[in-house]
């Protein structure tokens, strides 16, 4: 039998092959104000502006580190492909990054989902993925691309249905991929200021057959936005948790988790530079899990390198935080498309 090259179902088994975005010419991303007040740091609102591209030097270290990750990754054995590079400056309508390809795209099984993003700076993302998904296709998987966006770019935001206080409403299906966390046969996601009731229908949908179901969890942040910096399984059985973003009560009620030992994570360091321009400091939650005994984590991470020690699991240190500049970490700039689940239960 052929080995599938896309079949990825989980976050822990050995990884064989992924993606690594790429953060040349990221723009912040331009929004209505409401949109980025709900989202985003307070103290960046204003640089959200048309074509705003992030500073000069810390694109080009994010650059350099993301290509010293991909090398790391590669060195390991695991094979690296990359997103086309677009020019999100020079675009006509406003671009973001192709470096959070999490956000934009997951695998489940054989089949690549590419999210219906609520963000408009988004709209043009698939230019760089295009490439990769014409890839896969020829390789036998299942790629289900985005719908086109509507042509009412407002639809999210005017009166209609919302869950609590998040900024869209449910007038169309919207979902960013990283609102979801893969455990084999279950998918632990939250609705947010990104991810809409509809959206998970559509996700949903794209897992017709799979025998996979979409579980929701309520986040405490009224700013909720990507769950990757929320929960982050290591291994069967062991989560790492955010005790600012969910309570162990909450995820108790997922029937996935049961018997499972949740570890809170360590307050992060506070850090004035590189900014943490698109989120908090919580991203040293956002690693990527090699195999259930390696992880890469942030170089300068050392409590939670203790914290990996102490529960069987080698950190790999990877320097990493221009990147975090543009939005996220390892798990953000990643997309598994394989891994070795013939000897996981
Ligand atoms: N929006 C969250 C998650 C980022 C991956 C945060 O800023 O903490």
Redesign the pocket.
């Known amino acids: 039998m052929t080995e599938q090259v896309v079949n990825a179902s989980n976050e822990w088994d050995p990884l064989q092959e992924v993606i690594v975005g790429v953060a040349d010419h990221s723009c912040f991303p331009f929004e209505p104000r409401i949109v980025v007040e709900n989202?985003?740091?307070a103290r960046y609102w204003d640089e959200h502006r048309p074509h705003n591209p992030f500073p000069e030097e810390i694109v080009a270290k994010a650059c350099e580190q993301l290509d010293n990750f991909a090398k790391v990754l590669t060195d390991l054995g695991i094979t690296v492909r990359r997103p086309k590079v677009v020019d999100f400056s020079s675009l006509e309508t406003p671009g973001y990054t192709a470096s959070m390809v999490r956000d934009a795209i997951t695998v489940a099984q054989d089949r690549i989902i590419e999210a219906p993003y609520s963000w408009r700076s988004r709209n043009h993302e698939s230019l760089a993925y295009e490439d990769l998904f014409k890839h896969y296709e020829a390789q036998g998987a299942k790629v289900y691309r985005r719908p086109p966006p509507p042509a009412d770019v407002d639809a999210l935001l005017g009166p209609g249905e919302r869950h609590r206080e998040y900024v869209i409403n449910d007038n169309r299906p919207a979902f960013d991929a990283?609102d979801f966390i893969r455990l084999d046969k279950t998918i632990i996601g939250q609705l947010s200021n990104t991810t809409n009731r509809s959206g998970v229908k559509h996700l949903e949908k794209c897992l017709e057959g799979t025998g996979i179901e979409v579980v929701l969890v309520e986040s405490l942040?009224s700013?909720?936005?990507?769950?990757?910096?929320?929960i982050t399984p290591l291994r069967e059985g062991l989560l790492i948790y955010?005790p600012t973003?969910i309570t162990v009560e909450e995820l108790q009620k997922v029937e996935r988790l049961k018997g499972w030992k949740f570890i809170p994570a360590p307050f992060p360091k506070p850090r004035e530079y590189p900014p943490?321009f698109?989120?908090?400091?919580?991203?040293i939650?956002?690693i990527l899990v090699i195999d259930p005994k390696r992880a890469i984590i942030e170089a300068e991470d050392d409590h939670l390198a203790d914290l990996l020690l102490e529960h069987g699991i080698t950190p790999i240190r990877v320097p990493f935080q221009y990147v975090h500049s543009l939005?996220?970490?390892f798990?953000?700039t990643t997309v598994d498309i394989r891994r070795d689940h013939s000897t996981s239960a």
């Open positions: 989202t985003v740091p990283a942040d700013h909720a936005f990507h769950i990757d910096a929320t955010n973003y943490f698109m989120s908090s400091a919580w991203l939650m956002n939005g996220g970490s798990h953000c």
